[in-house]
């Protein structure tokens, strides 16, 4: 079975940028889809984007974030630019059913 482990994550302030990992084991990634949800407390988890042969994302996020998948590595990168205050939420990446623990993004005003 798939682990996936998020790193990145942290305090940064509105405007700035930060890269968020999910390294892949168990499986090679490369014939599968990989998803970014996100979870700010009191909301639901809620997707941000995800990457197969092309990346897809949410309004809320197209043009600031962007997915990049190093299939040697076995992982994938999601680079957050222009973060605002509404981005602070957990990260968590995901395969099929598989979750990783997540990787918490604040954002200050």
């Known amino acids: 079975q798939f682990q996936l482990v998020e790193s990145g994550g942290g305090l940064v302030q509105s405007g700035g940028s930060l890269r968020l990992s999910c390294a892949a084991s168990?499986?090679?990634?490369?014939?599968?889809?990989i998803g970014w949800f996100r979870q700010a407390p009191g909301n639901q988890r809620e997707w941000v984007a995800s990457?197969?042969?092309?990346?897809n994302y949410a309004d809320s996020v197209k043009d600031r974030f962007t997915l990049s998948k190093d299939n040697t590595e076995n992982t994938v990168y999601l680079e957050m630019n222009i973060l605002k205050p509404e981005d602070t939420a957990v990260y968590y990446c995901?395969?099929?059913?598989?979750w990783g623990q997540g990787t918490q993004v604040t954002v200050s005003a």
């Open positions: 990457i197969g042969t092309s990346a």
């Open positions: 168990g499986y090679t990634l490369d014939p599968y889809v």
């Open positions: 995901n395969i099929a059913d598989f």
